[in-house]
């Protein structure tokens, strides 16, 4: 039995008088999948809060390939293997693309202020290194032609694919993808959605994924858990999941949602 | 006993007078989250207009003062802090440096070496008061403070700008529900803080300062680590961080020889070493809150 | 098949600033060229004041640890006097440790600094410009008190250097330096986390970067040059006073780095250094020109600094509502399409990733 590369059990997350997150567990098998769906305010975003140390948990514990992760700070977490992209856009907006793909180098280099300062050849090599894999994960992601440009240049779509460039740089264990296709039209999803799937076969990469986009979810994800209100109400294989009567009722209709690029985020 | 109950009472002289110059930043503060440096030069210029029209009529002039005040920070609203709407907060606050660079500029040839005086009711005139001989004007600083910041608190609460205004600086997206913009709201702010700004220029110029001069223009500064105390959004935090502040550089003050191990002159800067122990301590202040994250 | 010396930027800018600087002594007369020290001197400060905003940490609190530096060197280089105490060290000696005294002292306040926002920290650090007046104002075996302390020239090597030609070379020299290193750290993967704090210190965080760490890191290296450069103020006045180090010296660094152009640490903090120390100078030595400013104390009108910091404030509010670049974008922009247009199409020069205009969101 291999040791899943996340595992989060019995999460409790309580702002003030609301209980966001109530016992939640899963676990995400190395190279798998995982998506955590629910309708809006049922905590997915939390959940991705607590596994990069944003936001204290109350109870409860985060590991990572076996090892605990939960109660540090953020760039612990980050420095642990995890690498997550922001539902409302965490690219820096006085970067090119180039750069920001190079912040997400940033934890597997090593040169400091003296290195910097005195240009060291360590320091030049180093940078040479980075410049060439943010070249390679900008072509795999189809944003080659990108590079220098800032991302106030950019159309939605596009930043989005730079969000998701800059976290595989960081080379993560587990790559948390925080509404990967929201607010994209249907063909920018599509693309999006075949890019995380041949990076997941390609990689190996364990990824978790946050979504209101069904069809999106049932086509990519391995296994999927819901959430509504901080509550887990089920855990499975997607298509087993989608006919369970309490996620149904949940959603309160059908679970195949094609318009799901109009919809509001959380 | 004595020595300690005058010391007290003008420590919360002074003290009111920190708390209504500090309040008069929180205000900004508290509404657009930008720290309006050219405060100081709008206390200097509130109590100048005063100085200028107060052999006419002191209640007149203080009008005027106060209209005079009130209307170049709504301008200033208007053409330069509107004009940056969406920029980066910190760039908005240099900007009002430049501003209060233009201003004191403009003040220090008008008025250079010059002390005015406001002529104000209260004058040199000792009072009595639970057996302590006080200067008038320093009692008169304390009550009009007092009342000052009591208006300000009822208004806050009970009156429906008052409460579109707190929940503005609670959270933005609200307040526009409301049908209160922004915009509104932070025109309002400078407005308040305008008006705040020659009521404490006209008392400052009676205690502790002689008349008006120039040191008018930066003693807001001084009132800034009331307001850092306080907590930088707290209106209640401001006043009390002022009256911390006004009563421990007094009490220091009064008694340096027992603190002659601190320096000569240590009451001058009292108050920013306090600022600094608080921060050590506790970096959102007294009544301040800790950021929470929301990603 | 090379035809011709393809000159880029990258080889004849600094060939040309290397020349200008050796050459500049024969060019001025004393007076400007005394000027000119002092621009570059500030222009240290600034760049350190830069280093540090481009993490979004605003200080006002530079004048302090210039005076750290100034003071500290002065206790270090000179000998013991009447009233004084003194180390009598060698200046080059005196000048390494009065700069690390600086950073010290920078490291020290960290643990405050680190954990303040934007304004609050604003403010922290005013408070460090009074108090650190208040102790030169006391400590008066070490600082000489209100008096301040006096210099001899500094001395390095044998050669005493008390002319204004050497003083230029020696400062320009150091400042050569220093502005590479600050290059190079901007340049490099230090420069992109600091500005990636700027950008926001959660999304920096989940990216790896200590975020307290690192915004330590940059005030320790501000200081660090702030203190070389109030070191280098000592020795270039030949004296260290209390009413140097106040709160206009540390608005007019943070005016140099505005004007200038934030986004440029190097450059845009040079060319506010230069444009500050010397337009009061201009003002006054043109006073002619302008009927309402006094040449001199007894003239009617307004004297030169007055005006100067007017102009200051003015320019401030105009650079950065319509241009925040600041001047040395604005100067990029003009000489790139000045290039443009005389080259037709060609090869534009090749700028390295860090000095790419870093305007300020205009959203």
């Known amino acids: ?266 | ?295 | 098949m090379r035809d011709q010396l393809r000159l880029s930027s990258s080889t004849v800018v600094p060939a040309a600033v290397v020349l200008i600087l050796v050459l500049l002594p024969f060019v001025l007369d004393d007076g400007w060229l005394t000027v000119s020290t002092l621009a570059l001197v500030l222009g240290i400060a600034a760049i350190g004041l830069s280093l540090l905003y481009s993490t979004g940490q605003l200080s006002l609190g530079h004048a302090f640890f210039m005076a750290i530096g100034g003071y500290s060197y002065g206790f270090l280089a000179a000998p013991s006097g009447e009233d004084v105490l003194g180390l009598g060290l060698p200046a080059p000696v005196a000048l390494v440790i009065a700069v690390a005294t600086a950073g010290f002292c920078g490291l020290l306040f960290s643990p405050i600094g680190s954990r303040l926002g934007g304004l609050p920290l604003a403010v922290a650090t005013l408070g460090l410009v009074f108090l650190g007046h208040h102790i030169a104002l006391n400590a008066g075996p070490v600082t000489g008190g209100a008096r301040g302390r006096l210099l001899e020239p500094i001395g390095l090597g044998g050669l005493v250097l008390d002319d204004s030609r050497s003083l230029w070379w020696l400062v320009a020299a150091v400042t050569a330096v220093v502005a590479l290193l600050a290059h190079r750290l901007m340049s490099g993967r230090v420069g992109l986390s600091l500005r990636a704090l700027h950008g926001g210190e959660l999304f920096a965080g989940t990216m790896g970067i200590d975020v307290r760490r690192r915004k330590a890191g940059a005030f320790v290296v501000s200081s660090m040059y702030a203190g070389l450069s109030g070191a280098l103020f000592s020795v270039v006045s030949g004296a260290v006073v209390p009413e140097t180090f106040d709160l206009t010296l540390s608005l007019n660094i943070l005016i140099m780095i505005v004007l200038g152009g934030t986004g440029l640490v190097v450059v845009g903090s040079l060319v506010g250094a230069v444009l500050i120390t010397v337009l009061p100078e201009l003002l006054r030595e043109y006073a002619g020109l302008f009927p309402f400013i006094a040449p001199d104390a007894l003239s009617e009108g307004i004297s030169p600094s007055s005006a100067a910091q007017f102009v200051y404030g003015v320019a401030v509010i105009a650079i950065l509502i319509a241009e925040p670049g600041g001047l040395a974008v604005l100067a990029q922009r003009a000489g790139r399409s000045v290039r443009r247009r005389l080259r037709g199409d060609e090869h534009d020069t090749v700028v390295p990733i860090a000095d790419h205009p870093l305007e300020r969101n205009h959203t």
């Open chain 1, 1 to 266: 039995m291999s040791t899943p590369d996340l595992a989060v059990a019995d999460l409790t997350v309580r702002f003030g008088g609301v209980t966001a997150l109530d016992h939640v567990s899963f676990d995400v098998m190395p190279g798998r999948i995982h998506a955590v769906i629910g309708p809006n305010g049922a905590g997915k975003s939390t959940v991705f809060n607590t596994i990069s140390n944003l936001v204290p948990l109350d109870e409860g514990s985060v590991h990572l390939a076996g090892v605990r992760i939960d109660g540090r700070s953020a760039h612990e977490s980050a420095a642990a293997g995890v690498g997550r992209t922001f539902q409302n856009l965490g690219l820096f907006s006085d970067m090119t693309v180039e750069e920001n793909l190079l912040l997400g180098t940033y934890l597997r280099g090593r040169a400091g202020w003296l290195a910097c300062a005195l240009r060291l050849p360590s320091a030049t090599r180093e940078a040479r290194r980075m410049r060439a894999e943010v070249s390679d994960v900008a072509a795999t992601v189809g944003i080659s032609d990108l590079l220098k440009q800032t991302q106030t240049s950019l159309s939605y779509g596009d930043r989005k694919r730079v969000e998701l460039a800059r976290a595989l740089c960081m080379r993560p264990t587990v790559l948390l993808l925080d509404e990967p296709v929201a607010g994209m039209n249907p063909l920018e999803s599509a693309t999006m959605t075949g890019t995380i799937r041949s990076i997941n076969e390609a990689l190996g990469l364990t990824t978790l994924l946050v979504e209101h986009d069904m069809n999106m979810v049932m086509s990519l994800a391995d296994t999927v858990t819901v959430l509504n209100f901080g509550r887990m109400i089920a855990d499975g294989p997607p298509d087993v999941v989608r006919k369970d009567p309490a996620v149904v009722e949940a959603y309160l209709g059908a679970p195949s949602d094609t318009d799901s690029s109009t919809k509001e985020h959380a």
């Open chain 2, 1 to 295: 006993m004595k020595e300690l109950a005058f010391f007290l009472l003008s420590g919360a002289a002074l003290g009111g007078l920190y708390g209504l110059l500090a309040l008069g930043f929180v205000v900004i503060y508290k509404a657009t989250h930008v720290l309006n440096f050219a405060h100081g030069s709008f206390v200097l210029l509130g109590a100048y207009v005063v100085a200028r029209f107060s052999s006419w009529s002191f209640w007149g002039a203080l009008a005027i003062g106060v209209l005079v005040t009130v209307v170049l920070a709504l301008l200033a609203e208007r053409l330069l802090i509107r004009t940056m709407a969406g920029r980066a907060v910190l760039s908005v606050t240099i900007m009002t440096v430049g501003l209060d660079i233009v201003l004191l500029t403009a003040a220090r040839t008008e008025i250079n070496t010059q002390l005015l005086p406001t002529r104000d009711p209260w004058g040199d005139k000792q009072v009595v008061l639970l057996g302590l001989v006080m200067p008038q004007a320093r009692l008169v600083a304390l009550l009009v403070s007092i009342v000052v910041a009591v208006s300000f608190f009822i208004w806050l609460r009970y009156s429906r700008w008052g409460l579109a205004f707190r929940a503005a600086t609670e959270k933005r997206e609200a307040a526009a529900l409301m049908g209160i913009g922004l915009g509104t709201l932070s025109a309002l702010a400078w407005a308040i803080a305008g008006a705040l700004a020659t009521v404490s220029g006209v008392l400052l110029a009676t205690y502790p300062y002689p008349g008006v001069n120039l040191d008018l223009g930066t003693i807001a500064l001084a009132a800034l680590p009331a307001a850092v105390i306080g907590g930088l959004e707290s209106a209640p935090g401001a006043i009390i961080g002022g009256l911390i502040v006004g009563i421990g550089q007094i009490l220091v003050q009064g008694y340096q020889e027992y603190l002659t191990w601190l320096g000569a002159g240590f009451h001058e800067v009292f108050t920013f070493g306090l600022m600094l122990l608080v921060l050590l301590v506790r970096p959102q202040g007294l009544f301040g809150q800790k950021e929470i994250v929301r990603a």
